[in-house]
Nanobody, 128 residues
């Protein structure tokens, strides 16, 4: 089982950028698919983006497509989420998730239930 630790959250003005990082531990990390989810106060956790084990496939929620980019560096055991053109509605706790399946070609890729390991989260606040 891998362990995940997020970093990079903070307070930013609308239109600004942040880069989140998710550091993973575990010998088999490089074979895991990974994803970012977020949860705003009073709302359910929602899918943001996912990436396959080698970065060859990515998947984005419509609300972030064109603004956010997910990437990974397996040599550094890290997954990133570059967030540009941030909006106040992006304010949420962002969570990193990982799963032993390598591919995104599963029906649960966009569901929380599709991931076995989770980080503690990092807060992103976008002011208007």
């Amino acid at each position: 089982q891998v362990q995940l630790v997020e970093s990079g959250g903070g307070l930013v003005q609308a239109g600004g950028s942040l880069r989140l990082a998710c550091a993973a531990s575990g010998r088999t990390w490089s074979t895991y698919r990974a994803a970012w989810f977020r949860q705003a106060p009073g709302k359910e956790r929602e899918f943001v983006a996912a990436i396959s084990w080698n970065g060859g496939s990515t998947n984005y929620a419509d609300s972030v497509k064109g603004r956010f980019t997910i990437s990974r560096d397996n040599a550094k055991n890290t997954v990133f989420l570059q967030m540009n053109s941030l909006k106040p509605e992006d304010t949420a706790m962002f969570y990193c998730a990982a799963d032993p399946r390598t591919s995104l070609y599963y029906s649960d890729t966009r569901r929380s239930s599709g991931y076995a390991a989770w980080g503690q989260g990092t807060q992103v606040t976008v002011s208007s």
